[in-house]
């Protein structure tokens, strides 16, 4: 079975940082585009940014968040730094074949693969 599992959300405050993982399973990651994803109560989902398949580091959010892969672990994470209140949400993680994608996000192909989520509440 191939799955992503998300993992390190919770609850922060303002300026706050924190590190999400991405670990995948059944399948080698190397072979795929990661794409973190986030979607804010009562929005759409919104694409943060995503790695291509060799790259081990990109940042997003005008630097305050970064993403790393570790394709010899077969992780992923998400580094976030700076902490808003509109960071708020819930953040995925999706991988998509990296001949299909190189380095464009997974847009919901039949054979992406997304996490269950994990919840980031930034509050003071």
């Known amino acids: 079975q191939l799955q992503l599992v998300e993992s390190g959300g919770g609850l922060v405050q303002p300026g706050g940082s924190l590190r999400l993982s991405c670990v995948a399973s059944?399948?080698?990651?190397?072979?795929?585009?990661i794409g973190w994803f986030r979607q804010a109560p009562g929005k759409e989902r919104e694409e943060i940014s995503c790695i291509s398949s060799q790259t081990t580091y990109t940042d997003a959010k005008k630097g305050r968040f970064a993403i790393f892969r570790d394709n010899a672990k077969n992780t992923a994470s998400l580094q976030m730094n700076g902490l808003k209140l509109e960071d708020t949400g819930v953040y995925y993680c999706a991988a998509g074949l990296a001949r299909k994608y190189g380095k464009n996000c997974p847009s919901g192909g039949d054979d992406d693969i997304w996490g269950q989520g994990t919840e980031v509440t930034v509050s003071s």
């Open positions: 059944g399948f080698n990651l190397d072979r795929y585009t």
